[in-house]
């Protein structure tokens, strides 16, 4: 069973930051690029950040000038997503997908993805 599990998700107030998990089982982390998408309540998801499978390339939407950060631990299987100074807008369904080696922007090339989880950004 491939597995890709998000965790860290939560209420948090404007201005406040989270840090994201994404677990990875049932295949070999170290071959696989891992990206990070939201989805909000009416909205197209939309692709944040993606690393290689090594770590070696970061890649992050332009809008968010300096936000957020994505490292691995690739001993632990383990995928960071560390978001800091959260609006409101932010409010979404987080999700993490896998592909292998390298990054892309097409979300279908993806083969895996986690269920998600909810981050709400209120006063």
């Known amino acids: 069973q491939v597995q890709l599990v998000e965790s860290g998700g939560g209420l948090v107030q404007p201005g406040g930051s989270l840090r994201l998990s994404c677990a990875v089982s049932?295949?070999?982390?170290?071959?696989?690029?891992i990206s990070w998408f939201r989805q909000a309540p009416g909205k197209e998801r939309e692709g944040l950040s993606c690393?290689?499978?090594?770590?070696?390339?970061?890649y992050y939407v332009r809008s968010e000038k300096g936000r957020f950060t994505i490292s691995r631990d690739n001993a632990e299987a383990t995928v960071y997503f560390q978001m800091n100074s959260l609006k409101p807008e932010d409010t979404a369904i987080y999700f993490c997908?896998?592909?292998?080696?390298?990054?892309?922007?097409?979300?279908?090339?993806?083969?895996?993805w986690g269920q998600g989880t909810q981050v709400t950004v209120s006063s």
């Open positions: 049932g295949l070999d982390v170290h071959n696989y690029a």
């Open positions: 690393i290689s499978s090594i770590g070696g390339s970061r």
């Open positions: 997908a896998g592909r292998e080696y390298r990054c892309s922007d097409s979300q279908s090339s993806y083969n895996y």
